[in-house]
């Protein structure tokens, strides 16, 4: 049992049993190498033990285990049906006019061509068009800095997505 100065969210994550609790990991982030290494570091004391972890995880994991929480994000301003986290998160294109909604479309799609996966970005907060000027923006990174500028944009994703989970009472 966790002591009850730990969040009642947190306290219940860490309480869960190791299925559940990877479950619950996999909403967050994709990669089982970054959910195993949360997993393995439980409990918790504070939600920022729980993001430092986080943190550490996401530096470690290989370009494979970042394609593997990459193929967990849909592209941007196309969220999946019933999937209320990437609604929630990209809603700055929710109410984007028809012609940058088409132009985010096109983007998504030469950026997927040219390195592999989705246009990744932590687009909680952010407009349409700011999403739409960053994608223009990087489409002109070398592979290997557009990777990293991923695991970041990813790490911060995981934080907004791990505060959600620790924050619920």
């Not at 967050?28 to 997993?39: D, E, I, K, P, Q």
């Not at 592999?116 to 960053?134: K, N, P, Q, W, Y």
């Not at 290997?144 to 924050?167: H, P, S």
């Amino acid at each position: 049992m966790t002591s009850t100065s730990t969040p009642p969210g947190l306290a219940r994550f860490n309480d869960l049993e190791e299925h559940a609790a990877l479950a619950v990991l996999h909403e967050v982030c994709a990669s089982t190498a970054w959910a195993r290494h949360l997993l393995a570091a439980r409990p918790y004391a504070t939600p920022e033990a729980l993001c430092s972890a986080s943190d550490t995880a996401m530096a470690e994991l290989t370009a494979a285990d970042l394609a593997e929480a990459m193929a967990g994000h849909p592209p941007i301003g196309r969220p999946r049906p019933g999937d209320p986290t990437s609604a929630r998160e990209q809603s700055g294109m929710a109410g984007a006019a028809e012609g940058l909604r088409a132009e985010m479309l096109e983007l998504n799609l030469a950026y997927q061509e040219r390195f592999g996966h989705v246009f990744l970005i932590c687009a909680t907060g952010r407009s349409g068009e700011e999403m739409r000027d960053v994608v223009k923006e990087r489409i002109g990174n070398a592979p290997e800095q557009e990777r990293e500028i991923v695991r970041t944009e990813l790490g911060k994703i995981n934080r907004i997505r791990l505060a959600r989970l620790v924050d619920a009472d």
